[in-house]
């Protein structure tokens, strides 16, 4: 025989509208909260995160939720209300810095062995970065006019003639200049 409307069925939950009960006067009041006070919070959590929106975004909604968590037992009147909401917004963004403090800074390394597979073809990868390391921890040894002509040639690619007409000065100096400098390169990596 089937269940009557007024049953539940076995292993079947009812589902109440969210209106109904207990939690319908505190969605009411969170409501109320989050109209009167977000904006204000959302403000001071801004300043106390010099600026990053997003991070003053998360922050608010942090502080919502420990509303949310804490409705039946906050104060009711404004007065009283605002000033608890303030206080969890400085202590959710101090947590939030010692976390980020706690952690260890990020740091993008490229993965060799993975570069070295997909590389065969052009030689060794790892011996290439070694090589670009060591080129421009040596650059600025080298002289201005040195180093302006091995950048124009070698790191953006021009021509002779391009470097020639960036740099101000004729083609014969750059490929004198870029003579002595790779020299001079050679000297200070200690190639020579």
Known sequence: ??????????????????????????????????DTHAAGILRYLLRLTLGDRELAEDLLQEVLLRAWRNIRHLPGESDGLRPWLYTVARNVTIDAGRARQSRPR??????????????????????????VQTVRAALPDLTPEH??????????????????????????????????????????????
């Open 1 to 34: 025989m089937p269940a009557r409307p007024s049953e539940e069925a076995p292993g079947v939950r009812a589902v109440r509208d969210p209106g109904d009960g207990p939690d319908a006067d505190a969605k009411v009041r969170m409501r109320a909260i989050y």
């Open 106 to 131: 990020e740091i993008y390394l490229t993965d060799i062995a993975s570069l070295a597979a997909a590389d065969e073809v052009s030689g060794d990868i790892v011996e290439r970065m070694v090589a």
């Open 147 to 192: 180093r302006n002509v091995l950048v124009e040639l070698y790191y953006r690619g021009s021509t002779t003639a391009e470097a020639a007409e960036r740099l101000g000065i004729p083609e014969g100096t750059v490929k004198s200049r870029t003579f002595y400098a790779l020299r001079a390169l050679g000297a200070v990596i200690g190639t020579e």
